[in-house]
């Protein structure tokens, strides 16, 4: 059982017969792939309520400590975040991505401040129950969005603790593309306008990107 809360995170459904099975991803035609929610089970555990400071539709928490640049270090660079887990979680290799579910960022809610989890990403064995830690971000986020095209999974905006304003989180414009069955990301063409609180829906090879809200709120 994954032991750590985690909130205004993304996650996306890997269906291994659709996307494993494929011998060449230049030929394959896009599947139909949906996000669905983690039900809750008998042995769910019951956290902590958010803090009133923390606003649940900007995504934003006020007066958040200052960052230094270790603790920026530590964020952007996946051999610090992994052990950070691999006490409780075991470590997830590519060849054993089976059916699963993928969590992306994040934020904890016991601890806001804690921007660890905003960067790492963790998978859900469907068939077993069992959690494992997945790997890192290209950059940490929460109150973002993803989507999943044939093997690859795509995720955009969000807020970034690593940008803030009067120290509340900026919204972003970047989007970033997870290759499952090589764990490699590629940084694609960031969105027209930085948002957050958005939806995303992929249809065909094309991506398509609702709503949302910026900085201010807008």
């Known amino acids: 059982m994954f032991r ?8 996306v459904e890997i269906n291994s017969s659709k996307v494993f099975s494929l011998k060449d991803s230049t030929t394959t035609s896009s599947s139909d792939n949906t996000t669905r929610k983690i039900l809750e089970s008998e042995n769910s555990r019951t956290y902590s309520k ?8 900007l995504g934003l928490v006020p007066f958040l400590p200052p960052l230094n640049v270790t603790y920026e270090a530590k964020m952007n660079q996946p051999w610090n975040i992994a052990p950070y887990f691999l006490d409780t979680l075991s470590q997830s290799l590519c060849c054993d991505l089976n059916d699963c579910i993928l ?8 601890e806001p401040d804690d921007f660890v989890l ?16 997945f790997g890192c971000m290209m950059e940490p986020r929460c109150y973002h969005a993803v989507s999943l095209i044939d093997s ?15 120290g509340e989180m900026l919204a972003i414009s970047s989007t970033d593309r997870l290759d499952i069955r090589t764990t490699l ?19 065909g090879n094309h991506l398509y990107v609702f709503g949302g809200r910026n900085s201010f709120g807008k």
């Open 118 to 133: 905003a960067s790492s990403i963790f998978e859900l064995d469907t068939e077993s129950q069992k959690w494992r830690y």
């Open 152 to 166: 690859f999974v795509y995720v955009t905006g969000g807020y970034s603790p690593l940008q803030r304003r009067d």
């Open 50 to 57: 958010l803090p009133q400071s923390f606003d649940p539709n």
């Open 103 to 110: 969590v992306f960022g994040g934020i904890n809610p016991s």
């Open 185 to 203: 990301w590629k940084r694609c063409s960031d969105m027209k306008e930085a948002r957050a609180c958005h939806a995303m829906a992929a249809v």
């Open 4 to 11: 750590v809360p985690v909130t205004l995170a993304a996650i």
